[in-house]
T-cell receptor, first 111, second 116 residues
Framework: QKEVEQNSGPLSVPEGAIASLNCTYS??????FFWYRQYSGKSPELIMS??SNGDKEDGRFTAQLNKASQYVSLLIRDSQPSDSATYLC???????????WGAGTKLIIKP | KAGVTQTPRYLIKTRGQQVTLSCSPI?????VSWYQQTPGQGLQFLFE???????NKGNFPGRFSGRQFSNSRSEMNVSTLELGDSALYLC???????????????FGPGTRLLVL
């Protein structure tokens, strides 16, 4: 059973600080990794995708991938109250069409 | 480009009834996936359709079914509704079926189903 694990939280971070969200996966052949943000009552929206080991930056967001350790993380710099949401990690294997989803981490940014 | 649309947005049904939900993917997208989301359960994969063929299926009972039309629009049907079917049903579309790994799924606003 291929799994994606996330700490459910809530993770509470002061405004302006760095929020760090982590995700581990069991399928060593996984090739594609996605972070989605979901506000309460809304549908998930894509924040970032990452396919290669290392860091990928997009504005205040940085995704980090370490395939040897089978984890992917999302850093949010200068956290804002509007970043308060549930963050979902999704992983796709090498030959599997299906995305495997983590249960999500609830992030709370305190003003 | 218009996003993924889902109809209806809200639905109230009673136990034993059946329901059909509709999803129109982003123009040009040929893959449609369906998910069920309940509080505390995260996204539960129902099935994926690509070019009118079901490519993947999650662990849901046979009461849950779907189909895809030649224009890539998709419907899912739930028969003999149970109270536990109350959930947000999300549709996501992507350009292809995900082979190769890098296809991104884009979600519609969801259909919120309440079973009484």
């Amino acid at each position: 059973q291929k799994e994606v694990e996330q700490n459910s939280g809530p993770l509470s971070v002061p405004e302006g600080a760095i929020a760090s969200l982590n995700c581990t996966y069991s399928d060593r052949g996984s090739q594609s990794f996605f972070w989605y943000r979901q506000y309460s009552g809304k549908s998930p929206e894509l924040i970032m995708s990452i396919y290669s080991n290392g860091d990928k930056e997009d504005g205040r967001f940085t995704a980090q991938l370490n395939k040897a350790s089978q984890y992917v993380s999302l850093l949010i710099r200068d956290s804002q109250p509007s970043d308060s949401a549930t963050y979902l990690c999704a992983v796709r294997g090498e030959s599997n069409y299906q995305l495997i989803w983590g249960a999500g981490t609830k992030l709370i940014i305190k003003p | 480009k218009a996003g993924v649309t889902q109809t209806p947005r809200y639905l109230i049904k009673t136990r034993g009834q059946q329901v059909t939900l509709s999803c129109s993917p982003i123009s040009g997208h040929r893959s449609v996936s369906w998910y069920q989301q309940t509080p505390g359960q995260g996204l539960q994969f129902l099935f994926e359709y690509f070019s009118e063929t079901q490519r993947n299926k999650g662990n849901f009972p046979g009461r849950f079914s779907g189909r895809q039309f030649s224009n890539s629009r998709s419907e899912m049907n739930v028969s003999t509704l149970e109270l536990g079917d109350s959930a947000l049903y999300l549709c996501a579309s992507s350009l292809t079926s995900g082979q190769g790994g890098q296809e991104t799924q884009y979600f519609g606003p969801g259909t919120r189903l309440l079973v009484l």
